[in-house]
Protein backbone atom coordinates (compact mmCIF):
# COMPACT_ATOMS: atom_id res chain seq x y z
CA UNK A 1 0.00 0.00 0.00
CA UNK A 2 2.86 2.18 0.46
CA UNK A 3 4.02 2.10 -2.91
CA UNK A 4 0.91 2.54 -4.71
CA UNK A 5 0.31 6.09 -2.28
CA UNK A 6 4.39 7.19 -3.10
CA UNK A 7 3.34 6.32 -6.97
CA UNK A 8 0.38 8.21 -6.55
CA UNK A 9 2.38 11.01 -5.05
CA UNK A 10 4.88 11.20 -7.60
CA UNK A 11 2.56 11.53 -10.67
CA UNK A 12 0.27 14.35 -8.46
CA UNK A 13 3.99 15.78 -7.82
CA UNK A 14 4.69 15.53 -11.99
CA UNK A 15 1.20 16.62 -12.78
CA UNK A 16 1.38 19.91 -10.78
CA UNK A 17 4.79 20.67 -12.23
CA UNK A 18 4.10 19.86 -16.00
CA UNK A 19 0.92 22.17 -15.79
CA UNK A 20 2.69 24.86 -14.08
CA UNK A 21 5.59 24.53 -16.37
CA UNK A 22 3.08 24.69 -19.70
CA UNK A 23 1.07 28.07 -18.48
CA UNK A 24 2.07 30.60 -20.14
CA UNK A 25 4.84 32.99 -18.98
CA UNK A 26 4.80 36.69 -19.20
CA UNK A 27 8.26 36.30 -20.93
CA UNK A 28 6.81 33.80 -23.44
CA UNK A 29 4.24 36.27 -23.86
CA UNK A 30 5.89 39.33 -24.04
CA UNK A 31 7.81 37.06 -27.25
CA UNK A 32 4.63 36.11 -28.66
CA UNK A 33 3.99 39.50 -28.72
CA UNK A 34 7.18 41.08 -30.21
CA UNK A 35 6.88 38.39 -32.59
CA UNK A 36 3.12 38.84 -33.74
CA UNK A 37 4.06 42.69 -34.19
CA UNK A 38 6.59 42.39 -36.23
CA UNK A 39 4.86 39.55 -38.55
CA UNK A 40 1.95 42.31 -39.25
CA UNK A 41 4.54 44.99 -40.06
CA UNK A 42 5.72 42.11 -42.78
CA UNK A 43 2.07 40.94 -44.09
CA UNK A 44 0.85 44.34 -43.98
CA UNK A 45 3.84 44.89 -46.41
CA UNK A 46 4.23 42.21 -48.54
CA UNK A 47 0.30 42.03 -49.24
CA UNK A 48 -0.90 45.39 -48.69
CA UNK A 49 -5.00 43.85 -49.05
CA UNK A 50 -4.49 43.04 -45.63
CA UNK A 51 -2.84 45.58 -44.26
CA UNK A 52 -6.24 47.50 -42.53
CA UNK A 53 -7.27 44.61 -41.40
CA UNK A 54 -4.07 43.61 -39.75
CA UNK A 55 -4.00 47.71 -38.30
CA UNK A 56 -7.92 46.73 -36.90
CA UNK A 57 -6.62 43.43 -35.15
CA UNK A 58 -3.59 45.17 -33.81
CA UNK A 59 -5.89 48.48 -32.52
CA UNK A 60 -7.95 45.80 -30.41
CA UNK A 61 -5.22 43.73 -29.04
CA UNK A 62 -2.87 46.73 -27.72
CA UNK A 63 -5.09 48.30 -24.88
CA UNK A 64 -5.51 44.64 -23.78
CA UNK A 65 -1.91 44.00 -23.83
CA UNK A 66 -1.24 47.70 -22.05
CA UNK A 67 -3.88 46.69 -19.51
CA UNK A 68 -2.04 43.47 -18.60
CA UNK A 69 0.97 44.83 -18.50
CA UNK A 70 -0.15 46.61 -15.46
CA UNK A 71 -0.78 43.42 -13.62
CA UNK A 72 1.36 42.96 -10.76
CA UNK A 73 1.04 38.87 -10.38
CA UNK A 74 2.94 37.08 -12.93
CA UNK A 75 0.52 34.38 -13.66
CA UNK A 76 -2.29 36.32 -13.81
CA UNK A 77 -0.37 38.66 -16.13
CA UNK A 78 0.65 35.95 -18.63
CA UNK A 79 -2.78 35.04 -19.03
CA UNK A 80 -3.74 38.63 -19.50
CA UNK A 81 -0.64 38.74 -21.89
CA UNK A 82 -1.88 35.66 -23.71
CA UNK A 83 -5.36 37.24 -24.04
CA UNK A 84 -4.18 40.42 -25.84
CA UNK A 85 -1.87 37.66 -27.88
CA UNK A 86 -4.77 35.92 -28.89
CA UNK A 87 -7.23 38.98 -30.25
CA UNK A 88 -5.10 39.17 -33.22
CA UNK A 89 -5.89 35.47 -34.56
CA UNK A 90 -7.72 34.21 -36.26
CA UNK A 91 -5.55 36.40 -39.02
CA UNK A 92 -2.99 36.42 -38.16
CA UNK A 93 -2.85 33.16 -37.54
CA UNK A 94 -3.93 32.17 -40.77
CA UNK A 95 -1.53 34.48 -42.52
CA UNK A 96 1.81 32.92 -40.77
CA UNK A 97 0.04 29.46 -41.92
CA UNK A 98 0.45 30.63 -46.00
CA UNK A 99 3.84 31.89 -45.00
CA UNK A 100 5.20 28.69 -43.39
CA UNK A 101 3.78 26.10 -45.59
CA UNK A 102 4.97 28.55 -48.76
CA UNK A 103 8.27 27.97 -47.21
CA UNK A 104 7.89 24.28 -46.38
CA UNK A 105 7.39 23.98 -50.23
CA UNK A 106 10.47 26.11 -50.77
CA UNK A 107 11.99 23.76 -49.17
CA UNK A 108 11.02 20.42 -50.47
CA UNK A 109 11.79 21.78 -53.75
CA UNK A 110 15.07 22.62 -52.82
CA UNK A 111 15.48 19.07 -50.88
CA UNK A 112 14.48 17.24 -54.23
CA UNK A 113 16.03 19.16 -56.49
CA UNK A 114 19.34 18.05 -54.60
CA UNK A 115 18.60 14.04 -55.13
CA UNK A 116 20.66 12.29 -57.53
CA UNK A 117 18.67 10.97 -59.86
CA UNK A 118 19.34 8.64 -62.55
CA UNK A 119 18.35 10.40 -65.99
CA UNK A 120 15.04 8.80 -66.12
CA UNK A 121 13.39 10.60 -63.52
CA UNK A 122 14.75 14.15 -64.69
CA UNK A 123 12.02 14.68 -66.42
CA UNK A 124 9.21 13.86 -63.71
CA UNK A 125 11.23 16.40 -61.30
CA UNK A 126 11.00 19.04 -63.05
CA UNK A 127 7.41 18.50 -63.82
CA UNK A 128 6.93 18.09 -59.94
CA UNK A 129 9.05 21.57 -58.97
CA UNK A 130 7.45 23.39 -61.96
CA UNK A 131 3.63 22.45 -60.56
CA UNK A 132 5.08 23.37 -57.22
CA UNK A 133 6.21 26.62 -58.56
CA UNK A 134 3.36 27.60 -59.94
CA UNK A 135 0.94 26.92 -57.35
CA UNK A 136 3.49 28.96 -55.14
CA UNK A 137 3.51 31.70 -57.27
CA UNK A 138 -0.30 31.62 -57.80
CA UNK A 139 -0.61 31.74 -53.96
CA UNK A 140 1.72 35.16 -54.11
CA UNK A 141 -0.48 36.88 -56.98
CA UNK A 142 -3.65 36.27 -55.05
CA UNK A 143 -2.20 37.21 -51.33
CA UNK A 144 -0.65 40.64 -53.28
CA UNK A 145 -4.13 40.98 -55.51
CA UNK A 146 -6.31 40.41 -52.66
CA UNK A 147 -8.23 43.15 -51.22
CA UNK A 148 -10.58 42.18 -48.64
CA UNK A 149 -13.17 44.31 -47.50
CA UNK A 150 -13.66 42.45 -44.06
CA UNK A 151 -12.40 39.73 -41.67
CA UNK A 152 -14.41 36.70 -43.37
CA UNK A 153 -13.66 37.56 -47.05
CA UNK A 154 -10.08 38.03 -45.52
CA UNK A 155 -9.97 34.46 -43.99
CA UNK A 156 -11.65 32.68 -47.06
CA UNK A 157 -9.08 34.17 -49.62
CA UNK A 158 -6.69 32.73 -46.80
CA UNK A 159 -8.68 29.43 -46.65
CA UNK A 160 -8.29 28.97 -50.56
CA UNK A 161 -4.59 29.75 -50.08
CA UNK A 162 -4.01 27.54 -48.02
CA UNK A 163 -5.85 24.62 -49.80
CA UNK A 164 -3.92 25.34 -52.73
CA UNK A 165 -0.60 24.94 -50.97
CA UNK A 166 -1.66 21.78 -49.34
CA UNK A 167 -2.58 20.57 -52.33
CA UNK A 168 0.76 21.20 -53.92
CA UNK A 169 2.54 19.98 -50.99
CA UNK A 170 1.27 16.95 -51.19
CA UNK A 171 1.87 17.07 -54.90
CA UNK A 172 5.54 17.44 -54.35
CA UNK A 173 5.73 14.75 -51.46
CA UNK A 174 4.17 11.90 -53.85
CA UNK A 175 6.65 12.92 -56.29
CA UNK A 176 9.49 12.88 -54.20
CA UNK A 177 8.41 9.45 -53.03
CA UNK A 178 8.30 8.13 -55.99
CA UNK A 179 11.54 9.32 -57.38
CA UNK A 180 14.17 7.39 -56.10
CA UNK A 181 17.94 8.77 -55.67
CA UNK A 182 20.24 6.77 -58.51
CA UNK A 183 22.36 3.79 -56.74
CA UNK A 184 26.09 5.09 -56.72
CA UNK A 185 27.97 3.42 -59.66
CA UNK A 186 30.62 0.23 -58.37
CA UNK A 187 33.71 0.98 -58.83
CA UNK A 188 34.73 -2.24 -60.75
CA UNK A 189 38.12 -4.04 -59.94
CA UNK A 190 40.44 -4.83 -62.27
Known amino acids: MNTIVRLLQAFLAVALFTTSACGP ?4 ETQYWDNNKK ?9 AGFKKLLD ?8 LMAEALKVADDEKKAEAMKAANAALDPLLG ?14 DIKK ?28 DAAMV ?4 ENEEQALEILKEQISTLISANGALDRATKRLKPAKPKKDKKK
Do not use: C, H
Open 25 to 28: SSKN
Open 39 to 47: AITEFGTKW
Open 56 to 63: ERLATAEP
Open 94 to 107: RMSEVKTKSEAIES
Open 112 to 139: LNELKLPKSDAQERKDAVAAARTALEKV
Open 145 to 148: AAAP
